[in-house]
């Protein structure tokens, strides 16, 4: 598999060839749309349609041709745009970045990484830090994946391998965490109300899966490195060399320059100190703002709030370290480095408005609704029961997965028909919830309609012009296949074994009573 004439690197160069002669990736966002708007009114005439098993309502296909819609989309197109969920955070978190980048901080504090991480635990060290990357929601993706590909860079190693290394670890890993995190509550939560269908009483606590997330934790993190450096890595290495202005070129700093990093090192880092001590006040005091005492997950207020925080810390200490070094002297160039940031996004921003097009068109169209209510009835008929079972949800899952990204809309849509049958088939909710989790990680990293996928492909761009959806699809799919083997694997000996799958969870099979 490492060399290059292997049959799977033929199979990844074929996707790569045949993924980058499709159009720019803007202009295939727009032939989708046009084809779905074809498919939705093919569909609406037949009277496709399907009835949502936790509601009960007929779901209809709905044609993007019909004068309503055609109505809605001229309407409401701003609306789509603005609102399109990583626009902003992308943006926001990116101008505080973008002061850090340009006045040397990011450079600095990488710099110091490397000489504190030993080379060969780079790549663990950028796929653990993604896994545990879910905890902050999704600014992993934002913060994590750009820092990674500089970090790369400044040691000499390809950029989009480390570009490739976070997104596996933010992406595939995202149900993965050795804390709870905001999906938790979410997704146990449709769990409860769909087992409360066969039992009134039933309760699914937060924790449901902790056990076996956690055991998920160092899983992707090995794989994940093994794959970067065995496969993913070699591959970019050969197929898609930096062009020789983008090599890094490391020059000696004159004794003033290591005087000025020095210095703003240590205005840097007061002002970490001190945004620390600021973030702990809105935590910890009785009745601080970002701690609810009330929620599941008290912090819950505090996860919410990290893309401004992040942009904060930021832009607060990039300020700071650029006044060290001189880089910054006055509030102009602090303006000028955040437009050029924002400069550097133009390509992203053109981007993002035709997936949010899509992406919402798509959604009223209802047909991935469809699709996931039929996938469901599908798993409910075929007969299977025990392990095969499980197996089949977590094909079904990654399959539908391509084509509908938030894991909680999925969920409550299979939830209603699975947990239940499940329940009378004798396996926990619990372990039905885990199943879905695995299937739901396994394909984020390749699916083009994952919202932070422009991101990560304008990203990879940024090193290798050339750079298109197929080479970005051929080299994570690596990633999602052993991601997606090891967690089946390792879910699969759980069940077997019924093992609890976290604290006042039950196990596998049977059904514990309650």
Request: some cysteine; overall charge neutral.
């Amino acid at each position: 598999m490492g060399t290059e004439g292997a049959w799977g690197q033929r199979v990844l160069a074929g996707i790569e060839r045949t993924g980058n002669r499709l159009p720019d990736p803007v202009t295939l966002f727009l032939l989708s749309i046009l084809g779905l708007v074809g498919l939705s009114a093919l569909l609406a005439a037949l009277g496709v349609a399907a009835v949502h098993p936790g509601t009960g309502k007929t779901i209809a296909a709905v044609s993007l041709a019909d004068g309503a819609q055609i109505r809605r989309l001229l309407t409401e197109l701003p609306q789509i745009f603005a609102g399109f969920p990583p626009l902003a955070m992308v943006l926001i978190v990116m101008m505080g970045v973008g002061v850090a980048e340009r006045s040397g901080l990011i450079a600095m504090a990488l710099g110091s990484l490397v000489r504190a991480v030993p080379p060969r635990l780079l790549t663990l060290t950028v796929v653990f830090a993604g896994v545990q990357a879910s905890l902050a929601a999704d600014a992993g993706y934002v913060v994590l994946t750009p820092l990674a590909a500089v970090l790369y860079h400044s040691v000499g190693r390809h950029p989009v391998a480390g570009l490739a290394a976070a997104f596996a670890g933010v992406a595939g890993g995202f149900s993965a965490n050795l804390l709870p995190t905001s999906l938790d509550p979410l997704l146990a939560g449709i769990t409860q109300t769909a087992a409360r269908l066969i039992d009134p009483a039933y309760e699914v606590p937060v924790t449901a899966n902790y056990y076996l997330m956690v055991a998920f934790v160092p899983l992707f993190t090995l794989v994940g490195a093994l794959v970067s450096d065995r496969i993913v890595e070699p591959r970019l290495n050969a197929t898609a060399p930096l062009a020789p202005d983008l090599r890094p070129e490391v020059a000696a700093a004159t004794p003033e320059q290591r005087a000025a990093e020095r210095r703003g090192g240590r205005y840097a880092g007061w002002t970490l100190l001190a945004a620390a001590a600021a973030m702990l006040a809105l935590v910890l005091p009785e009745g601080a703002p970002l701690w609810d005492p009330a929620a599941t997950i008290p912090l819950t207020p505090f996860l919410h709030a990290l893309v401004a925080l992040l942009f904060l810390v930021f832009l607060a200490c990039g300020i700071a370290y650029g006044i060290g070094t001189g880089a910054v002297r006055s509030d102009r160039d602090v303006v000028r480095m955040m437009g050029a940031s924002m400069a550097d996004m133009g390509g992203y921003i053109i981007l993002a408005f035709a997936a949010a097009l899509f992406i919402a068109l798509f959604g009223w169209s209802n047909i991935g609704a469809i699709l996931a209510i039929e996938g469901a009835a599908l798993l409910k008929a075929v007969g299977f029961t025990g392990l095969p079972l499980m197996l089949a949800i977590i094909l079904v899952t990654c399959t539908l997965n391509l084509l509908i990204g938030s894991a909680s809309a999925k969920w409550a849509i299979l939830a209603p028909v699975l947990v239940p049958l499940l329940m009378l088939l004798g396996a926990t909710p619990e372990a039905t919830q885990a199943a879905y989790r695995v299937g739901d990680a396994i394909t984020n990293p390749v699916t083009p309609l994952m919202p932070y996928f422009p991101l990560i492909l304008i990203m990879a761009q940024r090193y290798v012009p050339g750079f298109g959806i197929g080479s970005l699809v051929a080299t994570m799919l690596p990633f999602s296949l052993w991601f997606g083997i090891s967690s089946t694997g390792l879910f699969a000996v759980w069940f077997l074994l019924d093992l609890p799958l976290g604290p006042g969870s039950g196990v596998g099979m049977p059904a514990p009573s309650r």
